[in-house]
């Protein structure tokens, strides 16, 4: 099935595929390449206030000329300058040019202040003002959920996470948990095994799948994000991988696809973990040799 739209839990519609502004920066480069996305078929712009590129997205999706309503705008609060939420969604607006947003989000638990229940209600508020359609949190882990859903009234129809088969393994937990809760899950940087750690064992199954497909790496990994079920966030300043990130959704991946692409990222993060274990035994070797030698310099002994 191509890219389409998912039901979020108080009844609105998502695109299931975004182009996000994140690695933009500013300028009109920025404003350009969010014109590009959107003239190749992406109808779903995610930006944040501290990606400070709001404007230029703003200017693109004036330049469009598209109706507001075909177009799914997501943003989010950063906390950027110190400024409170009623301050950043009004703000954000008037950057982007809309009278609203239609998701707006936590960028990260640490930005809740005081806490997730006080800050949660704001959030509800931005919703209840009209300034924002639907309400949600991004990199919110299980316990983070936990205290948000135990006071809420509004209950978050999305959580922006990290997404790629390297960490599968880990986010499953926060994947079961947020099917359970009817949250839906948006994936970013699901392209990491490729763009940050090629080389890895997901490379095998990923190729060997590609070329059944007769698709590009990096739309297989696309496709096994949606076959998750999540939104992809995903961006490019090339015209052609755009194109094909949306072609991406007509490839349909078998339970086995996945599986093996599932175990190949299992396999990787173990790899990753115990090389990030002897990385620190090592420095901390080398710490404990350097105040050796110091303290033998110093005629300190130990």
């Given at each position: 099935?191509?890219?389409?739209?998912?039901?979020l839990?108080?009844g609105?519609?998502?695109?299931n595929i975004?182009?996000?502004t994140?690695?933009?920066?500013?300028g009109?480069?920025?404003t350009?390449?969010?014109?590009?996305?959107i003239?190749?078929?992406?109808?779903?712009?995610?930006?944040?206030q501290?990606?400070r590129?709001?404007k230029e997205a703003g200017?693109?999706i004036?330049?469009s000329g598209?109706?507001?309503?075909?177009?799914y705008i997501?943003?989010?609060y950063?906390?950027?300058?110190?400024?409170?939420i009623?301050?950043?969604i009004?703000?954000?607006?008037?950057?982007?040019?809309?009278?609203y947003?239609?998701?707006?989000l936590?960028?990260?638990p640490?930005?809740a202040?005081?806490?997730?229940?006080t800050?949660?209600?704001q959030?509800?508020?931005v919703k209840?003002?009209g300034?924002?359609?639907?309400i949600?949190?991004s990199?919110?882990?299980?316990e983070?959920?936990k205290?948000?859903l135990a006071?809420?009234?509004?209950?978050?129809v999305a959580?922006?996470i990290l997404?790629?088969?390297?960490v599968?393994?880990?986010?499953?937990?926060?994947?079961?948990?947020?099917?359970?809760n009817d949250?839906?899950i948006e994936a970013?940087?699901?392209?990491?095994?490729?763009t940050?750690q090629?080389g890895?064992?997901?490379?095998?199954?990923v190729?060997d799948?590609?070329?059944?497909?007769?698709a590009?790496p990096?739309?297989?990994?696309?496709?096994?994000?949606k076959?998750k079920g999540?939104i992809v966030?995903t961006s490019?300043?090339?015209?052609d991988?755009l194109e094909?990130y949306?072609h991406?959704?007509?490839i349909?991946?078998?339970?086995?696809?996945?599986e093996?692409?599932d175990g190949a990222?299992?396999q990787g993060e173990?790899?990753?973990?115990?090389r990030t274990?002897?990385?620190?035994i090592?420095?901390?070797g080398?710490?404990?040799?350097a105040?050796?030698?110091?303290?033998?310099y110093l005629?300190i002994g130990?």
């Amino acid at each position: 099935m191509p890219w389409d739209v998912i039901k979020l839990n108080d009844g609105t519609s998502i695109p299931n595929i975004a182009f996000g502004t994140w690695t933009l920066g500013g300028g009109q480069q920025a404003t350009d390449k969010v014109d590009q996305a959107i003239s190749v078929g992406f109808n779903h712009i995610d930006t944040a206030q501290s990606y400070r590129n709001e404007k230029e997205a703003g200017v693109a999706i004036k330049e469009s000329g598209l109706d507001r309503k075909d177009l799914y705008i997501t943003t989010k609060y950063s906390g950027l300058n110190g400024l409170d939420i009623e301050t950043s969604i009004n703000n954000s607006l008037e950057n982007l040019g809309v009278k609203y947003v239609d998701l707006y989000l936590i960028h990260h638990p640490r930005l809740a202040q005081p806490d997730i229940p006080t800050t949660w209600k704001q959030m509800e508020k931005v919703k209840a003002d009209g300034k924002a359609k639907s309400i949600g949190v991004s990199n919110f882990a299980v316990e983070d959920l936990k205290i948000l859903l135990a006071s809420a009234k509004v209950k978050p129809v999305a959580n922006q996470i990290l997404l790629h088969p390297y960490v599968i393994a880990r986010q499953t937990p926060l994947l079961q948990f947020s099917a359970d809760n009817d949250i839906a899950i948006e994936a970013y940087s699901v392209l990491t095994p490729l763009t940050h750690q090629p080389g890895g064992p997901v490379d095998a199954p990923v190729n060997d799948i590609a070329k059944r497909f007769d698709a590009k790496p990096e739309q297989v990994l696309l496709a096994w994000a949606k076959a998750k079920g999540a939104i992809v966030v995903t961006s490019s300043t090339k015209k052609d991988r755009l194109e094909g990130y949306l072609h991406a959704g007509d490839i349909d991946l078998t339970k086995e696809d996945i599986e093996k692409i599932d175990g190949a990222g299992a396999q990787g993060e173990r790899r990753l973990t115990a090389r990030t274990v002897i990385r620190r035994i090592a420095v901390a070797g080398l710490i404990a040799a350097a105040v050796l030698r110091i303290c033998s310099y110093l005629g300190i002994g130990l």
